[in-house]
């Protein structure tokens, strides 16, 4: 079916390309290509995949055409909260195109949609001196959401609600109570979920049917079981699943280790946040005699206890990942599994899936072993025991230990810049909360030497099995991250530029490695960090090696973690076949699937994850203005613009902005070419790079914004936000 399917879709392509081809429906298509009715339906399926990603479109009377032959483009539709829009295009390449608010249609964020170009690149160049393509939204080929999570209001004569996402940017009528009957009938000010009803004219808001109430939108829990309905997230396991997951052992028997090499004499250890609850990863590091390094990397073996096919591994490949929120974990796999006999902890025997790389004195892989053990790890470590660690001399085997793993890993990390990788980390904020769900505490992570070196050594484990994996043409799933269009890094020049940066051309590393380097330590650095994120594409997953980018590797896959990634599990059923030629076409065709779907669920859970952490960071300020005692921070201005400067706070990492028009002591008059501020009177000045000290003046939920006023006088107070060095989930290369 699929090589028929794939002749069908060269069929069309050819007949729509044809010089004397005219616009046909599906009948005449049908006729044009001689299929007979009674296998029509695989015309009909074949012309919606086609639609769906762009190759084709259907203009008036339902009639097939080339997209480039009447101007329409295929894309997803992102929409800012200020209603305009732009659409990604499904074709690299191509540049976005704008669509403004009234263009949009009954589009929502997120939709798929088909657009006609309405202005070339010229007229509006001519008209705003930027080359921009803008378009309308004809078409909405699939709506992104059916329901959405919003705040239940009332006005004089009818209920609505007014979504949580601002980019959706239409309120939805309800009706109160809602039909059928819920177990609770919703109150104004309370979380509820809408079913949507379709929606054909911008002229009047959408409808929509209110299926759950989540309760009082300040009650405990309430925001994260929004932001869980929202982004769609399950709650619980099935029945069924739980009842598999208690069939398996929670000890690992002798019988067990038929097949497997025994490493239960050597010194493994695993090194992990201080409140992680699964280990998936553990690490051992010798010395060669003569020079070099022995790096053994060992990880759970979940594909020894999640048969394909199973309805465990049906819920895993469903779920995708893991999702971490900050008051709840929401795993991929039961906690039997993640956190029981999958997890690598101290003391108890554990199947594993082992990487042995040997590594020359000079940092290079010389060899690289592969092999299903057991293992009995001799350690657990957190991050700060294991930085303490390395920061003192060492005294006994595990520091010993320890510090020539060091020795390994910073070699490691220094010839990965060295060969173009980009500095791309970040430092990032863990939010702890009380008994209630209530941020009391803004914890500052940053990348030391503990998360550098586990780091290193995950990285270079993935990148031995993608190449083992690749060299042997086993249909597997890879991490790719494929190289900026020229387009997007010239956009992010004039942005460099901007800030009075010398920048030369980004296409080429070595000046984009230039540039990182000269940001470091800057105040304006994590913002210019995070505009190059944004001109670079999207780390994916993808059933071929198209590289990684911003590692600088040819060959890069995800293995080390299989508890908390789907992922893993698929290239570790890979790995521990490889030897079995016994792979199809059909396994290529599934790869690519699976690619698609967890890279979706991928996506879903940071979004998830970054609008949950952005909430709790607003609440935490939120609850400082209720209480009339608001702390001060140390900010660094990181732009100014006429309207007031914008601010980021390095300790917690958020950026707010102090309005002008809260700087009362004089009359500042904007200068643009100079992005400052000058006191009319007094001459004072606020420029990109001042340091100051800040306290919150208004916090506005809905739009996620926090407005800052700057503190003059005493000393700040104590500041309950502070640097640590616990990591957050492991990052998403």
């Not at 553990?282 to 020079?291: H, K, S």
């Not at 080390?560 to 030897?579: F, G, K, M, N």
Request: proline share 6%; hydrophobic share 35%; net charge positive.
């Amino acid at each position: 079916m699929k090589s028929e399917n794939d002749q069908l879709r060269q069929q069309i392509l050819r007949l729509l390309s044809a010089p004397k081809y005219r616009p046909l429906d599906k009948l005449e298509l049908g006729k044009a290509l001689g299929r007979k009715s009674g296998i029509r339906m695989g015309l009909n399926e074949v012309l919606r995949q086609l639609e769906q990603s762009g190759e084709i479109a259907r203009i008036r009377k339902n009639r097939y055409v080339l997209p480039s032959e009447a101007d329409l483009v295929t894309g997803t539709l992102h929409v800012h909260q200020a209603g305009y829009a732009f659409l990604s295009r499904e074709k690299p390449g191509e540049q976005d195109l704008f669509i403004a608010a009234e263009n949009t249609g009954t589009a929502m964020h997120g939709d798929k949609v088909v657009a006609r170009i309405t202005r070339d690149e010229r007229y509006s160049r001519a008209k705003s001196g930027r080359d921009r393509t803008e378009g309308r939204v004809i078409r909405i080929l699939e709506r992104a959401h059916d329901s959405l999570v919003g705040t239940l209001q009332q006005s004089k004569n009818f209920f609505y609600v007014v979504p949580d996402d601002p980019r959706i940017v239409h309120n939805v009528y309800v009706q109160v109570p809602p039909q059928p009957p819920l177990p609770k009938t919703p109150d104004r000010g309370d979380k509820v979920v809408v079913r949507l009803e379709p929606w054909e004219s911008r002229h009047v808001n959408p409808e929509g049917q209110i299926i759950e109430v989540l309760g009082p939108s300040s009650a405990p829990g309430v925001d994260m079981l929004s932001i869980i309905r929202k982004y769609h997230l399950p709650t619980a396991f099935p029945s069924d699943i739980l009842n598999e997951a208690q069939k398996i052992p929670e000890t690992v028997g002798e019988e067990m280790f038929e097949g497997r090499e025994d490493l239960r004499g050597q010194f493994i250890v695993t090194i992990d946040p201080d409140d992680a609850r699964d280990f998936d990863d553990a690490i051992n590091v010798e010395r060669i005699p003569g020079g070099g390094w022995s790096l053994g990397v060992h990880i759970a073996d979940v594909a020894a206890y999640v048969k394909p096919g199973a309805a465990l591994d049906r819920e895993a490949y469903k779920r995708g990942n893991s999702v971490y929120l900050p008051d709840r974990v929401i795993p991929m796999l039961p906690e039997r599994l993640s956190n029981g006999v999958c997890s690598l902890n101290p003391a108890v025997n554990r199947l594993t899936h082992s990487v042995f790389i040997q590594f020359t004195k000079d940092g290079r892989s010389k060899s690289s072993r592969f092999a299903r053990t057991v293992i009995r790890s001799a350690r657990r470590l957190t991050y700060r025991e294991a930085h303490a660690i390395l920061r003192a001399a060492p005294n006994d085997q595990l520091s010993e230990r320890l510090h020539v793993a060091w020795e390994l890993a910073s070699l490691l990390r220094r010839k990965r810049f060295e060969q173009g990788s980009l500095d791309l980390d970040f430092p990032e904020v863990k939010v702890r909360l009380d008994k209630e769900g209530q941020p009391i505490l803004l914890e500052r992570i940053e990348n030391d030497e503990s998360h550098q070196l586990v780091e290193e050594f995950m990285l270079a484990a993935n990148e031995a099995v993608a190449r083992e994996l690749k060299n042997r043409s086993i249909p597997t799933i890879y991490r790719v991250h494929e190289n900026p269009e020229p387009d997007k890094l010239a956009e992010y020049r004039e942005l460099v530029l901007s800030y009075n940066y010398k920048a030369g051309d980004l296409t080429n590393r070595a000046e984009l490695q230039r540039l990182l380097a000269s940001l470091a330590g800057k105040p304006e650095e994590q913002a210019l960090k995070i505009g190059l994120l944004k001109s670079l594409k999207r780390a994916r997953y993808a059933a071929q090696p198209l590289g990684h980018f911003g590692l600088a590797k040819n060959n890069y896959t995800h293995f080390t973690s299989p508890i908390r990634r789907y992922a893993d599990l698929i290239v570790h059923r890979a790995l521990a076949e490889r030897d079995q030629a016994r792979r199809s076409r059909a396994d290529m065709g599934q790869m690519v699937s699976a690619a698609e779907h967890i890279s979706i669920t991928e996506r879903v859970a940071a979004e998830a994850e970054i609008d949950s952490v952005k909430m709790k960071k607003l609440e935490f300020f939120q609850r400082q203005l209720d209480a009339r005692d608001p702390q001060v921070f140390r900010a660094t201005v990181i732009d100014v613009r006429n309207y007031g400067l914008l601010l980021e706070l390095p300790d917690v990492l958020l950026t707010g902005l102090v309005h002008v028009s809260s700087l009362t002591d004089d009359f500042y008059v904007f200068h643009p070419t100079q992005r400052r501020f000058i006191g009319r009177q007094s001459r004072r000045r606020f420029s990109v790079g001042d340091q100051l000290r800040v306290f919150v003046a208004r916090v506005d939920i809905f739009k996620r914004q926090v407005d800052f006023a700057i503190a003059n006088g005493a000393a700040p107070k104590q500041v309950r936000a502070r640097s640590n060095n616990r990591p957050a989930h492991p990052q998403r290369r």
